[in-house]
């Protein structure tokens, strides 16, 4: 499986831009990039995926590099809410459902 | 209705009891996963279902056995478990069909082995 490298933590200011970096050098042409988030007791739930192209949605936007080797989870307006690991994961398409989580990001949201 | 719900929250057994967790979503999804999370780690998948098959057994020691009644229930039947076994058991389910389908996880079980 191809891996992703993240900072172990990052610290934002409520109501300001974070930007999560995942670094992933070694993907594949058509790996897709999935983020997820985990909040504090509570299983994994879905931010937002991509192949290429940005992408965004109600919970944050998606930046991918035009040599797809790194991409950058944006969350507009960090809210204490957003205090959660954030982990970036590789899906290859012939992926057999295998979907392995690296070490993640751990944000920490400051009022 | 997108929930994946888990049976117990909490769950403390013995070494020599034999218990069953369970999970359950009806989202029409044909895979569902086990996954296995200690603290302040990232979760790790055990088991992958597709079409109430076993499709991906990571590895995994026979005192977990997996099962897959139907297309909305995952069991996960444990006995003759360890100390070490003791962490937040993850279900989640998924469409079939690409790399590109999100998964959905449920809250966990949270076992601890006596």
């Known amino acids: 499986d191809a891996k992703t490298t993240q900072p172990n933590s990052m610290e934002s200011n409520e109501e300001e831009p974070v930007h999560l970096p995942c670094n992933h050098s070694?993907?594949?042409?058509?790996?897709?990039i999935h983020w997820y988030r985990q909040l504090p007791s509570q299983g994994p739930e879905y931010v937002i995926h991509?192949?290429?192209s940005n992408v965004n949605n109600r919970m944050a936007s998606l930046a991918i590099a035009e040599d797809r080797k790194s991409s950058t989870l944006i969350l507009h307006r960090a809210t204490l809410r957003d205090a959660a690991v954030y982990y970036c994961i590789l899906r290859p398409h012939n992926y057999g459902q295998n979907f392995v989580f690296g070490p993640g990001t751990r944000l920490s949201v400051l009022p | 209705d997108t929930e994946v719900t888990q049976t117990p929250k909490h769950l403390v057994m013995g070494m020599t009891n034999k218990k069953s967790l369970k999970c359950e979503q009806h989202m029409g999804h044909r895979a569902m996963y086990w996954y296995k999370q200690k603290a302040k780690k990232p979760p790790e998948l055990m088991f992958v279902y597709s079409y109430e098959k076993l499709s991906i057994n990571e590895s995994v020691p026979s005192r977990f056995s997996p099962e897959c009644p139907n297309s909305s229930l995952l069991n996960l039947h444990l006995h003759a478990l360890q100390p070490e076994d003791s962490a937040l058991y993850l279900c989640?389910?998924?469409?079939?069909?690409?790399?590109?389908?999100?998964?959905?996880f449920g809250p966990g079980t949270r076992l601890t082995v006596t």
């Open positions: 070694t993907i594949s042409g058509t790996d897709y």
């Open positions: 991509g192949l290429t």
């Open positions: 989640a389910s998924s469409q079939l069909g690409g790399p590109f389908y999100e998964q959905y």
